[in-house]
């Protein structure tokens, strides 16, 4: 551990440089700290051979290392009061009862990223809880018609579906109701199976043209499956950090930023807020990324902003937290 005077130099390092981007001078240091010059040059020096501290060069002032920030974020960093007007546009999405949970996380996550400057992202899936309660078919024109699926947490789906031309109305109709009646109640990710092993031989038994319409019908159906569902807000926001001035890195991030496999493998499984710095995360080592689980009536996934190592760490985890706390809320 550091000493007390050691954590309070490092702190006054990380939030200068996080404000200035510039490296920290012993100078500038020593009226906050009330001690001489020598005495914060020496401690820098036993902050940097801690591995907390570096320098960009040999004459220059100190920055935070990864493992300064990591120091700061575990023993030093407390998070940071909302103001009232960030928590009253946050307050006001969660308030909305027009929204359903997905779209009030998506437009909350929507705004921390305007509040910071970062990227959000939101990785959210439907459960296993989720539940068919409802199923409808609308005939669209004479041989297409689209079929929309709502899960008892008001989770909606739909897809396109193609009928033979020749396949009577009513044979439609009778193929809608035994599937509606067997697959009500069922969860989303069992749909696939119980098309398969229920609904398959009631259709045999009683439908005519069971083969076009089952095939049809299961197309659609066994697609209502649960998928990541994958939102990002700012994603440009990073490239205006003076860290991404050089094309080659903007290039770079943007990259990583469209592949999506990269994207999903921000998932968090832990409940609490957790913090990735730099080659702790596995998209880029100039970045961090602060994210935690949620889960709420069926809905699950993960928050997550990403930022500039150099990153307001108290303001993005007060404000990971504070949307945290409102999805669990009844």
């Given at each position: 551990?550091?000493?007390?005077?050691q954590e309070e130099l490092l702190k006054l390092i990380v939030e200068n440089y996080i404000k200035t981007v510039k490296p920290v001078s012993s100078k500038a240091l020593?009226?906050?700290?009330?001690?001489?010059?020598?005495?914060?040059?020496?401690?820098?020096?036993?902050?940097?051979?801690?591995?907390?501290?570096?320098?960009?060069?040999?004459?220059?002032?100190?920055?935070?290392?990864?493992?300064?920030?990591?120091?700061?974020?575990?023993?030093?960093?407390?998070?940071?009061?909302?103001?009232?007007?960030?928590?009253?546009?946050?307050?006001?999405?969660?308030?909305?009862?027009?929204?359903?949970?997905?779209?009030?996380?998506?437009?909350?996550?929507?705004?921390?990223?305007?509040?910071?400057?970062?990227?959000?992202?939101?990785?959210?899936?439907?459960?296993?809880?989720?539940?068919?309660?409802?199923?409808?078919?609308?005939?669209?024109?004479?041989?297409?018609?689209?079929?929309?699926?709502?899960?008892?947490?008001?989770?909606?789906?739909?897809?396109?579906?193609?009928?033979?031309?020749?396949?009577?109305?009513?044979?439609?109709?009778?193929?809608?109701?035994?599937?509606?009646?067997?697959?009500?109640?069922?969860?989303?990710?069992?749909?696939?199976?119980?098309?398969?092993?229920?609904?398959?031989?009631?259709?045999?038994?009683?439908?005519?043209?069971?083969?076009?319409?089952?095939?049809?019908?299961?197309?659609?159906?066994?697609?209502?499956?649960?998928?990541?569902?994958?939102?990002?807000?700012?994603?440009?926001?990073?490239?205006?950090?003076?860290?991404?001035?050089?094309?080659?890195?903007?290039?770079?991030?943007?990259?990583?930023?469209?592949?999506?496999?990269?994207?999903?493998?921000?998932?968090?499984?832990?409940?609490?807020?957790?913090?990735?710095?730099?080659?702790?995360?596995?998209?880029?080592?100039?970045?961090?990324?602060?994210?935690?689980?949620?889960?709420?009536?069926?809905?699950?996934?993960?928050?997550?902003?990403?930022?500039?190592?150099?990153?307001?760490?108290?303001?993005?985890?007060?404000?990971?937290?504070?949307?945290?706390?409102?999805?669990?809320?009844?």
């Open positions: 551990m550091l000493t007390n005077r020593c009226k906050k700290l009330k001690c001489s010059s020598a005495t914060v040059r020496n401690e820098m020096a036993a902050l940097e051979s801690r591995g907390l501290l570096e320098k960009t060069h040999i004459s220059s002032g100190r920055v935070p290392s990864d493992l300064g920030y990591r120091y700061y974020v575990d023993n030093i960093m407390v998070p940071k009061d909302l103001s009232g007007e960030d928590m009253l546009k946050l307050q006001q999405i969660f308030s909305n009862n027009a929204l359903v949970l997905s779209d009030a996380i998506s437009k909350s996550m929507e705004i921390v990223s305007e509040l910071t400057n970062y990227t959000a992202v939101v990785l959210g899936s439907s459960s296993s809880d989720n539940k068919i309660a409802k199923v409808e078919v609308v005939p669209i024109a004479n041989n297409k018609m689209i079929a929309i699926v709502i899960t008892d947490k008001g989770h909606v789906e739909n897809r396109n579906v193609v009928i033979d031309e020749s396949v009577s109305k009513a044979e439609i109709k009778k193929t809608i109701d035994i599937i509606s009646k067997l697959i009500i109640g069922v969860p989303l990710n069992e749909v696939s199976s119980v098309l398969e092993f229920d609904v398959k031989p009631v259709i045999d038994k009683y439908v005519k043209q069971h083969e076009a319409l089952y095939n049809a019908f299961y197309n659609a159906f066994s697609d209502f499956t649960p998928k990541d569902d994958i939102k990002m807000s700012g994603a440009r926001n990073l490239l205006m950090e003076p860290e991404f001035n050089d094309a080659d890195k903007i290039r770079k991030l943007l990259g990583k930023f469209e592949d999506r496999e990269i994207i999903r493998n921000i998932k968090e499984d832990n409940d609490e807020i957790k913090v990735y710095i730099g080659s702790e995360n596995n998209i880029d080592d100039d970045i961090s990324i602060i994210k935690t689980y949620y889960y709420k009536d069926g809905e699950e996934g993960t928050i997550a902003l990403i930022g500039p190592k150099r990153m307001q760490y108290d303001k993005a985890e007060a404000l990971l937290n504070y949307i945290k706390e409102n999805i669990g809320k009844e």
